[in-house]
């Protein structure tokens, strides 16, 4: 079953369920230039992610299904993405705000085309303290051996990189198009040899599917000065056909590398890290930097919205407010309206302030045990492809 929607097909299961009004700010709440920034739960603005593209030349179970994302399935027109300026312009807004780091994703980020372009423009915005921008990138490595010095050229300073296992026939079983592993390795020497480090790898754990890879993959970026980072496999979306019973609890892979390494908890190392922080240790128990670290992003077990500074921009402007959102607020108007530069501004701030999402601290209360993909329309949620992860 399909809508049409204006030039685009989308299988009705996806189709985004339309904007949000953007609202006026509350009464004597205007915000004023230089003011800090905070939403209903006092959470500043700090992090900034942009999906560049909706498209990706994998097809992630967990995230792209092939079922749903096949030869039938319409992408976004050109006609309907951010420019590059479109982008700066609303990066300088958010950062006017207080945004200190953007992270470039997708779909597969490394697919837009000239991306280099958009993070020289990026690289040029300064924060309000006056420092470069932490800007970083999430990509599958698929492209990222032919990029990497281009990347780093242009002023990317790190990128994260997922990889779910180093056997080839589990990882080509996750990202279902038959890439191999040894591409990805491949690209994470590449990030590493052009300087755009420190590296982070994703692992998205789905039990029944890539468990066995735990220990491998810890085992391999162990003292490689790679932090590896075990993700619990989140019911975003609603294509992925989640199911609770596939999701390996952090407690549990901690527990299963403990059978084998040591290691003691970190402290985190800003406010508002999505990943619990753990360190490798030598005999005497300390942490040893050469080591390296592990984290685990436990968004199904273990909320972590209280600190939870981010901000997500959709490949075609819209705003929206948690990865478990169902709606979005279309800053597109106001990004091509050059009337007055500041009304942007003043919109995400009165978004901004009126936030009060905490979608893992509710399921964390009142676990989901059903399947995803029979939502209902109030709480069918946006696919983690279209918003960037
Ligand atoms: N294509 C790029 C990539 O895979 O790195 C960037 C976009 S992807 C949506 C961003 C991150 O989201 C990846 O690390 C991916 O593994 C993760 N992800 C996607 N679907 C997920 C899910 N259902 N649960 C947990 N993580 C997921
Ligand atoms: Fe593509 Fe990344 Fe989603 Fe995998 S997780 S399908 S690589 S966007
Ligand atoms: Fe942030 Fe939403 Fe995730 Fe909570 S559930 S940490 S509010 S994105």
């Known amino acids: 079953m399909v809508h049409i929607v204006s030039e685009r097909v989308i299988p009705i299961m996806i189709q985004p369920l339309g904007n949000l ?177 420190p590296i982070k790898v994703n692992m998205v754990v789905k039990r029944g599917a890539n468990e066995q890879e735990i220990l491998p993959m810890a085992r391999y970026f162990k003292g490689k000065g ?30 299963l590398l403990l059978t084998e390494m040591s290691l003691a908890p970190l402290e985190p190392s800003q406010t508002g890290e999505t990943a619990e922080r753990w360190g490798y240790v030598n005999e005497h128990g300390k942490h040893e930097a050469s080591l390296g670290e592990i984290g685990f992003i436990s968004s199904v077990t273990k909320a972590f919205c209280s600190d939870c500074n981010r901000a997500r921009l959709t490949t075609e402007g819209q705003l929206y407010l948690c990865l478990f959102a169902t709606q979005g607020y279309d800053l597109k108007p106001l990004v091509r309206s050059t009337q007055d530069p500041q009304a942007l501004t003043q919109a995400i701030a009165a978004i901004w302030s009126q936030r009060n999402d905490n979608y893992s601290e509710l399921r964390v209360s009142e676990p989901m045990s059903g399947n995803n993909s029979t939502l209902s329309d109030s709480k069918r949620r946006v696919e983690m492809s279209y918003i960037g992860g």
């Open 21 to 197: 009004p953007v609202p006026a700010p509350l009464p004597g709440q205007t915000w004023q230039p230089g003011q800090a920034l905070s939403d209903q739960r006092k959470r500043p603005l700090r992090d900034l992610r942009i999906s560049v593209t909706d498209r990706c030349n994998f097809r992630c179970s967990y995230c792209m299904p092939k079922e749903i994302f096949n030869n039938d399935y319409v992408y976004l027109p050109h006609s309907a993405l951010l420019s590059f300026e479109e982008i700066t312009r609303t990066a300088q807004s958010f950062i006017e705000l207080g945004v200190e780091k953007i992270r470039l994703t997708g779909g597969e980020p490394l697919l837009r085309k000239n991306l280099e372009i958009l993070i020289e423009q990026l690289a040029a915005l300064k924060t309000l303290d006056g420092n470069a921008l932490d800007i970083t990138l999430t990509t599958n490595g698929s492209l990222l051996a032919r990029k990497a010095q281009t990347l780093k050229d242009a002023g990317l300073k790190r990128v994260t990189v997922s990889l779910d296992g180093l056997d080839d026939a589990v990882f080509k079983s996750m990202n279902d198009v038959d890439f191999p592993v040894s591409d990805v390795l491949e690209g994470i020497e590449a990030a590493k040899a052009a300087g755009l480090g």
């Open 226 to 255: 790679i932090a590896l980072r075990f993700i619990e496999y989140m019911d975003v979306g609603a294509t992925n056909g989640w199911r609770m019973n596939e999701v390996m609890p952090s407690s549990e892979i901690l527990k």
